[in-house]
């Protein structure tokens, strides 16, 4: 059974197994040797690395020296180009200001316009007074994203999830979201409604 630590940068208290606050949304970073949440590089109790919470550390030899390696091999050997790795999903701002998406439920009388980058959270961002009634959306839950694609839904660590199309979205990773698909917010089904001109597509969630 899982306890509690607090978070390092919201002070909140939540589980001592999460890998994201689900108050303020920050990856958590914990000590590689007393396991104690902390910010920035190294534990401010032992002064050991901070590590993503839920990695386990490597071994300090190769830490600290890296591997080893034949210095006759290494001279021979040719220089060799590291792969790339793909460009992540750029967020870019609606190319106009209007651009909105509308959220929407007629059976708990929800209506919300989000604009890019708006936070949907019970306690954080624009809409928490419309959102602070449902207990199961985490503080700050997700945020929807003007993207070169279109619009994305990006979970922020929630604690009970964000699903599109029955699978739950990987915290901090936007998802384009496409006309006929299902996304959920914990256990409120709203519908997006895309305001601007250009994208009259409707997408269900939930």
Known sequence: MSGLMQCASCKENIDDDSR???QCGVQIFVCSLCGRPGMGKRCIFDGKELIPAGTKPSSQTEHLQGPQVDPQKQQSAPPQSL????PPLQAQPPAASGEKIKLSSASLGITIEASHGDILGRSKGPFAGTLGRF???????CKVLKTAVGWSIE???STNGTFYNNS???PN????????FS???????????YASADSGATVRIG
């Open 20 to 22: 994201f606050c689900d």
């Open 83 to 86: 792969p790339q790795a793909p």
């Open 135 to 141: 207990s199961h959306i985490s503080g700050t839950h």
């Open 155 to 157: 979970d922020m660590g």
């Open 168 to 170: 739950r979205l990987a």
């Open 173 to 180: 990773s936007p998802v384009p979201v496409q006309s006929g």
């Open 183 to 193: 996304v959920k917010l914990a256990d409120i089904d709203l519908l997006i409604t």
